[in-house]
């Protein structure tokens, strides 16, 4: 067997230095270098272990609440890896510099929106199945989708992060959130478009039927988006628990009012 190439000093001592940023160990870096080269610039050589895995959880969680709160260019990475109580060198190793961070900030983002709109396109896809549904069914498709987004985004383990994300995206989108956007967002509006064209007899990619559908997902929307407008006025902490109910049946009344249901028809029962 031939001799094994040896690293660069400084190579070795960049994934020492990250190492050193994912435990307490203090690594001797004479040691380091008289040891066989291994492929440091692979994540999952030393990425991939427990403590590695632990660093880059870290590493996400503070990004994502800063790059959140104060947007791209208002985050810088030594910030963000004292947030993570990891040191610098780490983010250049696990993700390559920050975009890539953020990129993966966005990829967290991703699953946890998923459980707000997937229900809500499988019920709707159900539904429509055999052609649009009875007024009655439409109702309580409209009730359930008001309920079960206000639910998830208001008493769910949606972090404020996400939100705050979602709602800086929409005011000021980056190239990087289009996959969100396609993924996520645009598959929901769809979904409530369907009900919305056939509550109101509109033709499904009419400009009137997008403008409705959008109004309709706002009406539900604004309790996340600007929920301290009404919090201020009620003087409630938050949304939860009994406080929930009422959030959920004032808008259940708005939605259906504008799909022109009877505000006082009852819709029907649509079990999540």
Not at 72 to 80: L, Q
Not at 112 to 123: A, D, L
Request: proline share 6%.
């Amino acid at each position: 067997m031939g001799r094994q190439p040896w690293a660069p000093l400084a190579t070795l001592q960049g994934a020492a230095i990250a190492l050193q940023g994912d435990s307490n160990t203090c690594l001797n870096y004479a040691t380091v270098y008289i040891s066989p080269m291994r492929h440091v610039s692979e994540p999952q050589q030393i990425g991939g272990t427990a403590r590695g895995q632990d660093a880059r959880h870290r590493l996400v969680e503070a990004a994502a609440r800063l790059f959140a709160s104060r947007g791209y260019d208002g985050v810088g990475v030594r910030e963000i890896a004292k947030a993570a109580e990891a040191n610098v060198a780490a983010v250049s190793y696990h993700f390559g510099g920050k975009r890539e961070l953020y990129l993966a900030t966005l990829d967290r983002l991703m699953d946890e929106m998923r459980p707000i709109g997937g229900p809500v396109i499988e019920r709707i896809d159900q539904a429509f199945e055999g052609g649009p549904p009875d007024r009655g069914e439409l109702s309580a498709l409209a009730a359930f989708v008001t309920r079960h987004i206000l639910m998830t985004m208001l008493a769910g383990d949606l972090p404020a992060w996400a939100q705050q994300t979602v709602l800086r995206e929409f005011q000021e989108p980056t190239a990087d959130y289009r996959p969100m956007l396609d993924e996520r967002v645009l598959p929901l509006h769809r979904a409530v478009r369907r009900i919305v064209a056939a509550s109101l007899g509109l033709p499904l990619e009419s400009d009137e039927a997008i403008l409705a559908a959008h109004g309709v997902l706002g009406q539900i929307m604004v309790f996340a988006a600007a929920r301290i407008v009404a919090l201020e006025q009620l003087e409630w902490p938050d949304f939860e628990d009994e406080r929930l109910e009422p959030v959920i049946a004032v808008t259940t009344r708005a939605v259906l009012g504008a799909l022109g249901f009877n505000s006082e028809m009852e819709p029907r029962q649509c079990v999540s």
